[in-house]
């Protein structure tokens, strides 16, 4: 039998984690906030606590705990280099999360810009991905450009795309897949026709990357930001950047500190005990798929998961349709489960996000209501100043009863108007 058959079962992997075993009023806990971030397994917390227990060190000591911490660093590199596909191990660089390598990096890239150049920016955005750009342009006197959303299904107007590039684009900042409503960019599209204009690319790959297999090199995106807590690991960002490139830009940095890769987007002493669960986080993710090397297993671990996934998105849009008063903003067709994460955004009538989320809450089921940082949808949605909407949000550790218990909550909800 080929691998891709083998059936998917999260019970094993449940039983890995322990905050899954959390009880809110004597029921089990259902985790629908992984787009805000995941639980981790017991081996991310055990290579965390490993760590410190082992004996803790700075870098470039003559003397075993540096050494071993220059290990953890190094394995870190090697495990987030096959998550992503990168070339070597040096093309990734470690900070405290997506938000601040952004906002650092932005910093560095825009001293390449002049006045007069432009930049690309996206409504389907988070916050993330906009706000450190806008204000790199500001600093240089660079224009910002806007691809917008399509409102009738919250995906990327990719058509748009050729219409604002021209030969003054220096850079197109895009994501991956949105935070909020789960639509999933068409990436090998929007980086060619960028690198046509001559335009570099940045991709959010944070909200993608517990959902579906990254392979920059596939991608072909200059650069690649993420962040370890989205898929089951510790609070860690990582950024992506293609080996020469990053060498010809410069980085801030204290003056002893090199400006070579590896380490030179990496400011500061990084969190050790982190990398260390980065490293356990991938060999999770690997060890639910079978192949040869770590990138293999990676590859049809994803496949799996990301199947499974979209069985529990087909479950979910089918009950939806028998919950009064809800309406979902975002692909709904299940023949468009490609396009999408199983990330819901969701509205019911008669209920503000707020209350929505209060309610499953204290039914022990977890959502977020609100922007989540992902202002610009909301903004175009015309949302934003109306609570938003509640975010529902699978990840391959929630089961089909899970599903049914959301919808059969909301369902309550909705009769008690
Ligand atoms: C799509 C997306 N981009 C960026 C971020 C910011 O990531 P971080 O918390 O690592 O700064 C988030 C966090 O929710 C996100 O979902």
Redesign the pocket.
């Known amino acids: 039998m080929s691998t891709q058959n083998i059936p998917f079962n999260p019970a094993p992997l449940r039983d890995q984690f322990p905050a899954l075993q959390l009880k809110v009023n004597g029921e089990t806990a259902v985790f629908l906030d992984g787009?805000?971030g995941t639980q981790s397994p017991q081996s991310v917390i055990d290579a965390m606590s490993g760590y410190l227990a082992y004996g803790s060190s700075n870098l470039g000591g003559p003397f075993r705990t540096s050494r071993h911490a220059g290990q953890v660093v190094q394995s870190a590199r090697e495990a987030m280099a096959d998550l992503l596909n990168a070339r070597r191990p040096e093309e990734i660089s470690f900070g405290q999360?997506?938000?601040?390598l952004t906002f650092s990096f932005s910093r560095a890239l825009a001293r390449t810009w002049q006045p007069g150049d432009e930049i690309i920016v996206t409504r389907l955005?988070?916050d993330?991905?906009i706000s450190p750009w806008l204000m790199a342009a500001a600093d240089r006197g660079v224009t910002v450009r806007w691809l917008d959303l399509e409102p009738s299904d919250a995906t990327m107007r990719l058509d748009q795309l050729p219409g604002l590039l021209n030969e003054k684009t220096r850079l197109l900042a895009i994501?991956a897949?949105?935070?909020a409503v789960g639509s999933i960019t068409d990436l090998k599209t929007a980086v060619s026709l960028a690198h046509t204009a001559g335009a570099l690319v940045y991709v959010?790959a944070?909200?993608y990357t517990p959902h579906g297999l990254v392979d920059v090199q596939a991608i072909d995106c200059d650069f690649l930001?993420c962040?370890v807590?989205?898929f089951f690991g510790p609070?860690t960002?990582v950024l992506y950047g293609k080996f020469d490139l990053m060498e010809s830009l410069t980085a801030y940095k204290v003056r002893p500190a090199s400006n070579h890769a590896p380490g030179k987007w990496e400011t500061g002493t990084q969190s050790f005990e982190s990398l260390a669960g980065v490293t356990a986080a991938v060999n999770y993710l690997a060890a639910i798929g079978q192949g040869k090397t770590r990138r293999e297993q990676l590859e049809h671990a994803m496949s799996l998961t990301n199947s499974y996934e979209m069985m529990l998105s087909r479950r979910f849009l089918a009950g939806a349709t028998a919950v009064p008063g809800l309406k979902i903003y975002g692909i709904t067709d299940i023949e468009r489960l490609a396009e999408r994460t199983p990330t819901f955004a969701v509205s019911l009538d008669g209920y503000t996000p707020a209350q929505v989320a209060a309610y499953l809450g204290e039914q022990g089921i977890f959502v977020w209501d609100g922007h989540?940082?992902a202002i610009a949808v909301m903004e175009r949605l015309g949302l934003l100043d109306k609570g938003g909407l509640v975010r529902i949000g699978f990840a391959h550790y929630n089961t089909a009863a899970e599903v049914d218990r959301v919808l059969a909550s909301l369902t309550d909800l909705a009769n008690k108007r």
């Open positions: 787009p805000g999360n997506m938000t601040s955005d988070h993330a991905n994501t897949a949105s935070n959010d944070v909200h930001v962040s807590y989205k609070h960002g989540y940082y």
